[in-house]
T-cell receptor, first 115, second 109 residues
Framework: DVKVTQSSRYLVKRTGEKVFLECVQDMDHENMFWYRQDPGLGLRLIYFSYDVKMKEKGDIPEGYSVSREKKERFSLILESASTNQTSMYLC??????????????FGSGTQLSVL | AQRVTQPEKLLSVFKGAPVELKCNYSYSGSPELFWYVQYSRQRLQLLLR??SRESIKGFTADLNKGETSFHLKKPFAQEEDSAMYYCALTFRNTDKLIFGTGTRLQVFP
C-alpha cells in the first residue's frame, strides 16, 4: 500500500521562525508536490519536483522554498513564517504521466499555525 | 493560464436525490480531468479520471470539450457520499495537477 508520510500532524510556530515540513513516500515516485489547502480557496500548488534536485514553482511559491536531496523525501521550507502561512499543508507523490497508476497519493496533512 | 472553476461551495441534497457537482476549466489544448474526494478525517484520494470513462461508487463524469466542463454526476445520492470534492486538471508537457476550489456535498437522510 502506497504511503506518503508527513512528519507532523499539527505544528505551532511563531512569526519569523524558520519552519521545515517533511514528506516521505515509499513508492519510488518521481513526482512530489506541496499544496496548501484553505477553505474557499481549495488546493493551491506551492512547489513541484519531478526528480531529485529538480523543482518547479507552482502558483503560490512566494515565502516558500523546497529541497529534494533524495527521491523519497521532499521538504517544504518557510524561511520566515508569517501569520498568512497558517494553513493545512498537503504533500503528494505520483509517477510521471504515461506510467500506469499515475494518480496522486496524498499525505494526511500538516496543520500549521503561525502565531 | 489554466484554471479550474467549481462554482458551488456547498451542495445539499436528500438521500436518493440526483447530484451534479459542476466543474469548468480553461485550457485551450487537450486536458486530462480528474475528480478527487476527501471524506471526513481521511486523505484526499482519486475518485475518477475522464480517460478511464469509469463509474466509481455510482459517480460518472463526462468531458465536454465544447462547454469545457467535467461535471460529476450520480443519479441517487447516499449519505456516505457526503465529502469534499475537488475537480483537477493536468495538461500537455507537465505532471502538475491544478485543483479547483472544491465543493462540499452534504447528503441528508
Amino acid at each position: 500500500d502506497v504511503k506518503v508520510t508527513q512528519s507532523s500532524r499539527y505544528l505551532v510556530k511563531r512569526t519569523g521562525e524558520k519552519v521545515f515540513l517533511e514528506c516521505v513516500q515509499d513508492m519510488d515516485h518521481e513526482n512530489m508536490f506541496w499544496y496548501r489547502q484553505d477553505p474557499g480557496l481549495g488546493l493551491r500548488l506551492i512547489y513541484f519536483s519531478y526528480d531529485v534536485k529538480m523543482k518547479e514553482k507552482g502558483d503560490i511559491p512566494e515565502g516558500y522554498s523546497v529541497s529534494r536531496e533524495k527521491k523519497e523525501r521532499f521538504s517544504l521550507i518557510l524561511e520566515s513564517a508569517s501569520t498568512n502561512q497558517t494553513s493545512m499543508y498537503l504533500c503528494a507523490s505520483s509517477f510521471p504521466r504515461g506510467v500506469a497508476n499515475e494518480k496522486l497519493f496524498f499525505g494526511s496533512g500538516t496543520q500549521l499555525s503561525v502565531l | 493560464a489554466q484554471r479550474v472553476t467549481q462554482p458551488e461551495k456547498l451542495l445539499s441534497v436528500f438521500k436518493g436525490a440526483p447530484v451534479e457537482l459542476k466543474c469548468n476549466y480553461s485550457y485551450s489544448g487537450s486536458p486530462e480531468l480528474f475528480w478527487y474526494v476527501q471524506y471526513s478525517r481521511q486523505r484526499l484520494q482519486l475518485l475518477l479520471r475522464h480517460i478511464s470513462r469509469e463509474s466509481i461508487k455510482g459517480f460518472t463524469a463526462d468531458l465536454n470539450k465544447g462547454e469545457t466542463s467535467f461535471h460529476l454526476k450520480k443519479p441517487f445520492a447516499q449519505e456516505e457520499d457526503s465529502a469534499m470534492y475537488y475537480c483537477a486538471l493536468t495538461f500537455r508537457n507537465t505532471d502538475k495537477l491544478i485543483f479547483g476550489t472544491g465543493t462540499r456535498l452534504q447528503v441528508f437522510p
